[in-house]
């Protein structure tokens, strides 16, 4: 924390000399300071993309429910999407990971049996993949959540929002839907408006 | 208006009429991924170690050629997706040829057979593993009454566990008929050897030596361990006194192409050049004391005069040659396939061998192999004599089952041979098989086996490194194809049938392999270890190092009887039938990959094509690109002619791999198949296949084709892509 404060006050100085500002400043400065360090909300060092996709829905074989488990049960989208921070996938949890909960969790709700259903034959449900980039892009889950969380020393609990920069907000959605364009231009100015890196060998390779 | 047009105007309309042209196409505007449309399954229980687009590295053992180099795949999400050279292997030190990077294309490919097949009213149908075994416990079961010695396999190079495989089968049917075949082999070489010295694959050290003298022993490209001798070879050329290479063959091959000095001589006549040099050498003050009073007289009666007269090659040539091996020591001479494979080809490799006995490199550049401590798994190094003995039994209807798995005879066999015509004299075939070859299509029953990157295995490759070893192959993904088996899981299955109280408490052959591993453990000296230990550090590094007793050289220099061979006015050339890394002997010729790469020196892809002189071209009237007819006294081939200075006047040669009838869309009807119209002569010692020695014919059809090639042209058009300067000013000028 001691550290993010630090490169927050160098930055609001490279802005404008410490010695040319008005007292007003230092106090509007502190109170940004105060408030962004204190607030567990939005990252006000970092601009989110602007832009969004018309997503198709997309039927899965089962409803997952986003919503119930990021909103209502407020479960941390890392305990499911477990490789995020470890992979460039973020990756679909295993089927064992949801039957540790459901084998005792709404077993009464219809697509609770589903799943168990699946789980009782040995077999994880065929899933839709919704959010995809070509082949020829390489693209890091594992980067963006250390550059934008861990590095930052961003609350963890609140990554779902660092998430919804590229998958929109899942606490709002069922099964998930492609919410945010994730094209070239898309990243690239994302990129620019908060220093990533603009070599092209870094994504295409 | 064309004649006026300027190249920029020329590229401008193309682009505007291009544009236009494209209009009506499907133009992708942007790019854009389907949503749903793809299915991303998750894992049922996590794999602790197994993270989703992190790869893991497995070693295990490349099989494209028989050299055994040690590989490590790339495993991610459970497929394999590239395979590096495994930095521990001695053989490889982590490097691979191309060759084994396209092992890949073998295992995805799309002309895999998945299921089993039987012949039902002539046609193969497929069938399912419960009625082949049926049919297979039918016919070979403990209850048949097949005749021992009528039961065959016919495999290519087998070693490890898979040749005791197959001895434990042959053991239990009562037979002893194992044929093993490979077209590119060092099999005269090692007879060579064996006799020689008393050791019949000695350590080559390139490494040591400041001149390679090869007469055609394509040792970069084709020759016993290409990988390894590459390794050497870099050696070689990097020392502070850097290695010379005189390479001495009728047509140019890979290894030519890199050398200091090549020397086109006429085929078959490499036997007498060697004699010759061991003439300059013995004039010039070398001690020729360990050679017997025979020995001697054969190389007093090759002076140069007569040396340059049989081998084309002007005797100030051979002196420098001469001046070279007397000059720089220690040195290594080699004799690869187009030595090898004349009707005197033991003869020639023998007078090739006596240079090194006289250059006193036995022991310096020539050393002892290791002992293998374990027989039964040696390599059992297939050679063309068995094609030849099998070609003989099926004539002569003396099998009546036979396995064949690893090797393509119907591809392989000259047309003289008979083997197309007679193959259905055993009455059942059986083909273990990946492809569908020319074999497969002809057995009665194919059972699809896995890919190597599926499969289990042991080898012990023939050529060892410094280091002895089994190595070992594990499956780097499951099987892509729920019907196919691995080897040993068919052969274990065929052990059960015939004893069961024995190889029936194997299920597959994992639990084989295991059990194997099991009671190897004390004899390679890891008994402090537990099995499990064993196990996972022999899958762990790929290997199992043996501990061999070094042999000792004994020294018994053979008689060369060299001879000349006889001129032939109705067939004048000679056709050479050149093997090239890539397609090597036509079982690669269904990867795309390596079709695509083009010849190393013709630069050709994905066709045939016949190089010859452009003198001998003259003579006959034959220009670049002519479809010109190759005939011997068994066939003909009609080709595209493809002038090369790189090749004796002498000589027609067609590269070896294309021609197939059969194996998959990429290979089909592709190109045409030199060993087809081969002569079966055979080499008088060790009645291998003289693969070199058959003579052709040359004319034309009239019809005239284009050869696809990289690069397309020899000149740089005056464009000056490449810039060279000559040694003179390179000298003058320090290369500023």
């Known amino acids: 924390m001691v550290r993010w404060f630090n490169k927050q006050a160098a930055k609001i100085a490279g802005v404008t000399p410490v010695h040319a500002m008005h007292p007003v400043s230092w106090i509007a400065a502190i109170t940004l300071v105060w408030f962004v360090t204190s607030s567990a909300g939005f990252a006000q060092d970092i601009v989110p993309p602007v832009g969004v996709h018309q997503g198709e829905d997309v039927a899965q074989p089962i409803e997952f429910p986003h919503n119930i488990h990021v909103e209502v049960n407020k479960i941390n989208c890392m305990y499911c999407h477990t490789y995020a921070r470890r992979s460039k996938v973020a990756g679909i949890p295993p089927t064992s990971k949801c039957m540790g909960c459901h084998k005792i969790i709404a077993t009464d709700k219809p697509r609770i049996q589903k799943l168990t259903e699946y789980w009782q034959k040995g077999e994880s449900p065929k899933w839709k993949k919704v959010h995809d980039v070509p082949d020829y892009v390489h693209f890091t889950h594992e980067r963006h959540l250390k550059k934008l969380v861990f590095d930052r020393d961003y609350p963890v609990e609140d990554v779902k929002e660092i998430c919804a920069f590229c998958h929109g907000q899942l606490k709002d959605m069922t099964v998930a839907k492609k919410a945010k364009p994730l094209n070239m231009g898309w990243c690239v100015s994302c990129h620019e408006k908060n220093g990533g890196p603009s070599d092209c060998w870094k994504c295409h390779k | 208006m064309i004649g006026k047009m300027k190249r920029r105007d020329f590229l401008k309309a193309l682009g505007l009429g291009g544009t236009a042209t494209l209009a009506g196409c499907d133009l992708p505007t942007t790019v854009t991924l389907e949503e749903g449309k793809e299915d991303v399954i998750s894992y049922l229980l996590p794999e602790e170690y197994a993270i989703p687009g992190i790869a893991v590295w497995y070693a295990s053992t490349c099989t494209q050629c028989t050299a055994g180099c040690g590989i490590h795949g790339r495993v991610r999400e459970g497929r394999v997706l590239k395979i590096e050279g495994n930095p521990d ?86 037979s002893k008929q194992h044929f093993a075949h490979e077209i590119v082999n060092a099999s005269v070489w090692q007879a060579v050897c064996r006799d020689m010295l008393d050791d019949p694959m000695p350590r080559i050290r390139l490494d040591k030596a400041k001149l390679i003298l090869s007469f055609g022993a394509d040792f970069l490209a084709t020759w016993i361990s290409p990988v390894h001798f590459a390794g050497q070879y870099s050696k070689f050329r990097t020392a502070a006194d850097r290695g010379a290479l005189i390479q001495v063959e009728s047509k140019m091959s890979m290894t030519g192409g890199s050398a200091d000095l090549w020397v086109a001589i006429r085929p078959g006549t490499e036997g007498a050049l060697a004699l010759g040099l061991a003439n300059y050498l013995v004039a010039n003050g070398v001690n020729a004391s360990a050679l017997s009073a025979e020995v001697r007289d054969k190389i007093a009666a090759h002076d140069l005069q007569k040396v340059a007269s049989i081998t084309g090659i002007a005797s100030a040539q051979i002196e420098r040659i001469g001046k070279a091996l007397k000059g720089r020591n220690p040195s290594v001479v080699l004799a690869g396939a187009s030595v090898e494979g004349q009707a005197q080809g033991y003869e020639a490799v ?66 003289a041979l008979k083997l197309d015509e007679q193959i259905n004299n055993i009455p059942f075939k059986v083909a273990l098989a990946q492809f569908p070859d020319e074999t497969a299509m002809h057995a009665d029953l194919v059972l699809p086996v896995s890919s190597y990157l599926e499969d289990w295995g042991t080898h012990v490759a023939a050529y060892q490194a410094e280091q002895n070893q089994i190595s070992v192959q594990q499956p780097l993904m499951q099987k892509l194809y729920a019907e196919t088996r691995g080897f040993g899981d068919v052969m274990v299955s065929l052990l059960a049938m015939r004893n069961a109280a024995q190889w029936g408490a194997f299920a597959d052959s994992y ?33 199992v190092k043996v501990d061999a007793p070094v042999r000792k050289h004994t020294l018994k220099p053979v008689v060369p009887n060299v001879a000349a061979n006889s001129t032939d006015v109705a067939f004048p050339f000679y056709l050479v039938p050149s093997p090239r890394m890539g397609l090597f002997d036509g079982r690669h010729a269904n990867l795309p990959w390596l079709q695509e790469s083009p010849d190393q020196i013709a630069k050709v892809v994905w066709d045939s094509w016949a190089e010859m002189h452009p003198s001998t071209a003259d ?118």
Not at chain 2, 515 to 530: E, I
Request: with cysteine; hydrophobic share 40%; glycine share 10%.
């Open chain 2, 511 to 543: 639990g084989y392999m295991k059990n194997v591993f099991t009671n190897m453990k004390a004899n390679v000296g890891a008994a402090a270890l537990s099995n499990d230990e064993f196990w996972n550090n022999s899958l762990q590094t790929g290997m």
């Open chain 2, 350 to 415: 023998a007078a090739i061998m006596l240079l090194n006995v006289l250059l006193g490199n036995i022991g310096t550049t020539i050393e002892p192999s290791g002992k293998f401590p374990f027989p039964q798994l040696e390599a059992k190094s297939g050679g063309t004599r068995d094609l030849l003995a099998f070609a003989q039994a099926v004539q002569q209807k003396q099998l009546d089952v036979v396995f064949f798995y690893g090797a393509n005879p119907l591809y392989s066999a000259p047309v």
């Open chain 2, 619 to 736: 003579k006959l009237g034959i220009a670049h690109g002519d479809v010109i007819k190759v005939e011997s006294e068994h066939g003909a081939l009609e080709v595209k002619a493809y002038l090369v200075k790189a090749i004796h006047p002498d000589a027609i040669s067609i590269p070896l791999g294309q021609g197939h009838t059969e194996y998959g869309r990429y290979a089909k009807d592709r190109g045409v198949n030199p060993l087809k119209i081969l002569k079966p002569i055979t080499d008088a010692k060790t009645g291998e296949l003289a693969m070199y020695a058959t003579r052709v014919k040359v004319s034309k059809t009239g019809k005239q084709d284009v050869i696809i090639r990289l690069g397309h042209s020899d000149t740089q058009h005056g464009r000056r892509l490449v810039r060279t300067v000559s040694v003179d000013v390179l000298k003058r000028t320090k290369g500023a």
């Open chain 2, 89 to 174: 292997a001695p053989i490889n030190a982590g490097k691979t040829c191309q060759m084994g990077q396209a092992g890949l294309q073998g295992h995805y490919n799309p002309d895999r057979i998945t299921t089993p097949m039987v012949r039902e009213g002539g046609k193969l149908v497929p069938t399912t593993w419960e009625k082949a075994q049926a049919l297979l416990n039918e016919k070979l079961g403990a209850k048949s009454s097949l005749n021992a010695d009528r039961v065959a396999w016919f495999t290519g190079t087998l070693s490890g566990h898979q040749r005791a495989l197959v001895v434990n089968h042959l053991d239990a049917v009562g």
